[in-house]
């Protein structure tokens, strides 16, 4: 067995990591958040890349999801070991082929990064509404929550699919998992090879049709016989448990990590349960971990296969100390009884007291969490288990946003946190398209490889990408990251932008004697009369080193233009420390190879020489005893705007929109027009001149202006 | 107020009926069972029948569901009373549609005549598998049991999403229902202007995205606000259930039939309670009226809205002195932790106990029936009643198969029935495509006009349909016929095709004393040494009266050559004698004329004299004593068969599918090919004979034989 190497990646690259080792076919047509599983599958094809079975995987696009599906169930039939990847309507539109695959009991993975749905709007993110859309299917479906785990389980699943015969969904948050970069420890060819039985992918290529040894399938079945056919399939279902969960064992023997089908973490004694999957199910973890050590009765159990839900399973994970338990749905089915876990849990137990296994039921109540990648936090999980222990528990509720509509949301203490100074907290505020993002994730492998550190790296940009703030949100650690949230309080915050500044509170979120760093044409001696009153108030109450830069200078006159990322990524290693300064430098410039080596040897050059000159620009401002400014945060320009405008449209612009209450959206998803007259995004580092003796009036600037300037 | 007419039409007629009239715009794509519903419509803008709004409404076929899903979409949006019909993977196309749909709160009625998904193989037989796979995507659901309640819910549901603004998805068992024909009261246009609120038809067109006021919908919401949009639609779920019930009752003051959320039937103190939804509802009204009328403490829950679940109308619904619940699914969600209506109803009972309602939870269990339109029967109803009073109900059962795989299915008692002598039963065996149906469907519109009798005709054919056996199941009945399951004895039993006679145990299903009318091309004091013994010794044990007719030499003198469906009509008429004889012929000529009238004077005038003369070749034969024959029955020729052919393939071409067990099927749908050599169907009349002389080689014949005989 060769060693297990440490890599910086996220979810979708670990997933596909494994995916395309362990299949011959792979169809696949891009939607986001799993585009990026595909990609990587597809250049490991174009590289030559062998998989476990010593051939170069097929991939190959189809004309919509539909195709894929269909595809990769010809394929299938083929005897041909066979994967895709998708998310939201892509995987609904895989639907009618899932029920065909099912049916015929076909071993396959579909590895979907789950996604919201398009209702009163489109959300490109993340929460279990696809995946709950089929879990009438007969797929297993089993749950990843973390990048490390999103490796794991693929494998996990790719090996159960074939013990089974039963088709799995593997699946993880699609963007705070997908895109969440961790360091973690990748699985080796040989772990799959010995986790993939070759006996099982023999078999499953016999049962491939073929011209030798002709079979009949896709038949029609009438009224005579069609129940029958149907319940053909049970023993599969029935073993399927059992068969995954000897699965995690034999990986749990080769690799380390042990899974089980429900996973319970908190006092052994506890009488307050969550049930949740998903990445909450890590910020559970740490919430509980933390209240436990405090005393409290709490715990969690982390639902891993959730289809065939092993109702077994399920109770044997719950302490029998438990009174009440709070059931987390990532998912909302409007008019349902209750949320699809919710349900199951009532039927375990419901089950449990008809058979006597049980005297009584416990309290459960059900409540919805991070609809469309909304946060989930370990506040919001004390708030669930505070629930609990109130003489009434509220059912049916929400946590993470103020529903004033029907009343359903929890209040949650925001500033409860589980975040301790062992982990170094950083963000990064830049523009879409400006590096800031590429140059962290960068900062994390160099931190991840030249450190025992654990590292994470989670981005949030917003759907309009180039152009749009970005903030990258790094932790590093000396134990696994759990927080699968964004950072509350950083040790460092830096500003790529210095327009930004005026736009977006981010020295709030400086912890007390933290460090900000900003991108300023200002000079370090002239720096902070330019600032805003209120950066400078905060600056000074929380005792704040402040580090200017002039990124714009260096990288015009190293010949970047505006790419600044590898300049500030040097100076937040200069500040952070993390690492000795030279070892950092050679650490950086290897980086800068690996990232643009492809783009050739110039813009290698460029970049070692802008992290070369970095530090020498690099300035610490004395900040004053007290603020002098008088210039103010920006507003907007709301002349003339309706309320709706200046209550809703006004707050989304200023990145408030989580503040907003449920009463405040329109009910079905129905905005006024000509409101982007609203936003001044100030994203132009230079705007052009105007210069009248040039003009020859022939119009094309009022035609090229998106805005009609 | 127009009078309410008494009409013969099967539940896809009902509800196109209703769907044309109600709205501007129906988008379609035809698929089995649903089709005729978009046919019909169709035909109606062809006759340029005017909607309840005065116009011709624009029925436009589309490019798949997919296609018809998105331009209902975009009709709505642009403000038309929009609609389509459709079932199975028709409906599964749709569904990210319907997300759409639902989330902008947009009022529909999709008709969906419901019908089995294809998994181990394709079904066009029905149960809810298609509709269950929607239960997620926020639309109500409202369930109709037989064609009057596909009449009724279709207004109903048409004028409540109106009052909700929540999409319909109003659905009736495809095939039991959407092709069962009975004799219901119609609705007027009268009844539907009345239901359907113009003001709130209006407030939907003012909804519609117009230049003049423009809006925008179908945005991209990220994080901050999603979770809050999809919260919005809480009061609109909230308040549906009671608005449903609202339009039910003003239905029930305009028309007369009360409908409830949850309609309970049985003993008002029964301890034992089936809930169950669809055409299985009316199956098991009857069963417990007789079972409560025998003094059992039974009764039944007929679901009508399933979506939104009012779990306090349901818990309503269920008597005080209940213990135990059988829940029944017709569908089936492998993995589950059991099918979706049953853990609603646990749902509801344990949110009871949570929040001090109940003192304690009744037994609940759960059972699948009727997948892909297999029978359930009142022996069946009364099993999962039985199955309440074991000391230790079985849970997650089947019923209505041998299931000895993992031993799911409950026994019952094939005889056990309740069927009464007031209701007249015929059989009609005839073959696909040779009019026996149609000339059955005529009947039951001539005893439903000419007498007081309700009717009701359902049609069992296979899927190979033209050329296939055909039964036409009968019934007369002077009150509402609620027997949603084929006929166990009838007392007339007519052979439209000799060659089935020695295939099909068609006698067999005659009851003591009954009729057995046979075409025959012996006469009268011949047929009877041709008759297989086994018919023989029937006729005999029964003491059956049996008549032939040479239907044959009628239609070929005539000029219709193989139509004898009217020939063998008059002579039901004759012998059931339901009718005088005068005016039975008097409007068979009637429905003749509004049958081939389009087809032309000719065709209409052979019909007729057909008719005229049937009655005179009408012979009754003497049954003798004693059984004399020694012909047998029909066996095939499975010479060199294998033991799968013999023992799955034979009974499936015999004709006793329904007894195959679970054990016999293919776990995944694969069947052995080259089983075609198995099945001489002998449904030719006339066998073209080789004649050497004229032979020029050409070959032809060998390629247009599908058997290359």
């Known amino acids: 067995m060769s060693e297990r190497p440490m890599v910086v990646m996220d979810g979708n690259s670990a997933v596909s990591h494994v995916a395309y080792a362990c299949n ?28 476990i079975y010593g051939t170069v995987t097929d991939v190959v696009e189809l004309q919509s999801e539909g195709g894929a599906s269909g595809a990769i169930h010809g394929s299938l039939t083929a005897g041909a070991m066979s994967t895709t990847f998708t998310a939201s309507q892509g995987l609904l539109l895989m639907i009618p082929n899932m029920y065909k695959i099912a049916g015929e009991l076909t071993s396959t993975v579909f590895h979907v990064s789950a996604r919201s749905l398009a209702m009163q709007a489109l959300s490109i993110f993340g929460d279990h509404s696809d995946v709950m859309a089929t879990r009438q299917t007969g797929w297993a479906l089993l749950a990843a929550a973390s990048p490390q785990e999103c490796m794991d389980m693929a494998l996990i699943a790719q090996a159960a699919t074939l013990e089974t015969r039963i088709p799995f969904i593997h699946f993880f948050d699609g963007f705070r998992t997908s895109n969440e970069i961790q360091k973690i420890e990748a699985l080796t060819i040989d772990d799959m090879k010995a986790m993939i039985d070759q006996d099982l992918v023999a078999a499953h290529r016999a049962r491939g049709m073929r011209p030798e040894d002709p079979i009949v399938r896709g038949t029609s079945q009438n009224p005579d016989v069609y129940f029958q056919g149907r319940e053909t399939v049970n023993p599969y279902y029935v073993a399927t448990p059992d068969k995954v969960q000897a699965t995690m064992d034999r990986f749990a023997k080769l690799v380390g990590r042990e899974y089980h089908l429900f996973d319970y973490v908190g006092a052994p004694d506890a009488e307050r349960v969550v049930v949740v999957m998903g990445s909450g199910a890590d910020v559970m973890h740490e919430t509980v971990e933390k209240l436990a050590a405090d005393g409290e009765k709490v715990g969690v159990v982390k639902v891993r296969l959730y289809r065939p839900f092993s109702a077994r399973a399920f109770l044997d994970a719950i302490p029998d100390t438990c009174q009440s338990i709070a059931v987390l749905d990532r998912t909302k089915e409007p008019g349902s009884a209750g949320e699809p876990l919710y349900q199951d849990v009532q039927t375990a137990l419901f089950e449990a007291v008809n058979n006597g296994e049980r005297a009584s039921l416990p309290m459960v109540v059900g409540g919805r969490y991070g609809l469309g990648s909304k946060e989930f936090t370990p506040a919001m999980g004390k708030a669930v288990l505070d629930n609990l222990s109130a003489d009434k528990p509220r059912n049916h509720f929400t946590i993470g946003i103020k529903e004033d509509v029907t009343n359903t949301s929890l209040d949650y203490e925001a500033g409860w946190s589980t975040e301790t100074d062992a982990v170094k907290r950083a963000l990064f505020f830049g523009l879409g398209s400006d590096g800031t993002v590429g140059a962290t994730k960068n900062t994390c492998k160099i931190i991840g490889k030249g450190t025992d550190y654990f590292a994470q790296n989670y981005a949030v940009y917003d759907s309009k990408k180039a152009g749009a703030i970005t903030i990258s949100h790094v932790r590093f650690s000396p134990e696994r990251i759990r927080s699968a949230y964004l950072i509350g309080e950083a040790d460092f915050v830096g500003c790529n932008s210095e327009p930004m500044l005026f736009q977006y509170d981010m020295v709030g979120k400086l912890k007390q004697g933290g460090t900000f760093l900003l991108n300023s044409i200002h000079a370090a001696n002239k720096v902070w009369d330019t600032l805003p009153r209120q950066v400078q108030e905060q600056l000074i109450a929380k ?130 027009t000509a409101t982007t007259q609203f936003e001044k995004r100030c994203i132009a580092l230079n705007i052009p001149d105007f210069d009248a003796s040039l003009c020859i009036q022939c119009g094309m600037c009022a035609m090229v202006c998106p805005h009609s300037v």
Do not use: C, W
Not at 26 to 49: C, H, L, N, Q
Not at 560 to 567: K, S
Not at 607 to 613: H, L, P, T
């Open 24 to 51: 011959e076919v792979a169809a696949i047509y891009p939607i986001t958040p799993s585009s990026a599983m595909g990609e990587i599958a597809d250049a490991k094809m174009a590289a030559d890349e062998k998989n």
């Open 543 to 672: 005792k704040a080193k402040f580090y200017v830069l002039d990124g714009y200078d260096v990288a015009n006159k190293v010949g970047l233009g505006g790419r600044i990322n590898v300049i500030m990524q040097t100076a937040y290693f200069k500040l952070a420390g993390i690492l000795p300064e030279d070892k950092a430098q050679a650490m950086i410039e290897a980086e800068v190879h690996n990232t643009y080596g492809k783009k050739g040897d110039k813009i290698v050059e460029m970049n070692i020489e802008a992290a070369r000159q970095a530090l020498a620009h690099l300035h610490e401002v004395t900040v004053p005893a007290s603020a002098t400014s008088d210039v103010p945060m920006a507003t907007l320009a709301l002349d003339g705007a309706s309320d709706f405008v200046r209550e809703v449209t006004a707050p989304l612009i200023q990145g408030l929109g989580d503040d907003l209450p449920v009463s405040k959206m329109p009910a079905d998803g129905t905005f006024p």
